[in-house]
């Protein structure tokens, strides 16, 4: 059986990445590094069930992606409580890009982006 080990997503400067998940998100910082044979930095925070990896190629230029339904490809974190998790974005001053959104009595669920534009979902489940 396959599990996920990490997501990496793409930064354009590493110090504002950390700052931006560990001081905003709060995630642990695991390591951080610099690979010189593949010209990247690289550092890992900590999420159940896997790692998030900020990845910054040292090598070529950054692109920052347009922000744009469907709002893919996307880090998707579960929440148990969203009206906590959105008082924290709002207390952080994280723009939403869209939502709250619901289906009824199934899931609700937005769209923040970090400084990259690396979109992130927090989704709850509502049933099982």
């Known amino acids: 059986m396959l ?16 700052k931006f998940y560990v001081e905003k998100l709060g995630l642990p910082l695991l390591s951080r590094e ?3 044979v593949q010209q990247e930095e690289f550092t890992f925070l900590a999420l159940e069930g896997g790692n998030l990896e900020l990845l910054k190629s040292l090598a070529h230029p950054f692109e920052k992606p347009q922000l744009k339904p469907p ?15 959105l008082k924290l974005i709002e207390e952080q001053h994280l723009p939403i890009v869209t939502g709250p959104l619901k289906i009824e009595d199934k899931v609700t669920w937005l769209y923040i982006a970090d400084p990259d534009n690396n979109v992130i979902e927090f989704v709850q489940w509502l049933a099982q």
């Open 3 to 18: 599990r996920t080990d990490h997501v990496a997503l793409p930064v354009s400067d590493m110090d504002e990445a950390i």
């Open 34 to 36: 610099v690979d010189p």
């Open 71 to 85: 709002y893919c490809p996307h880090l998707a974190l579960a929440t148990e409580d969203m009206t906590a998790t």
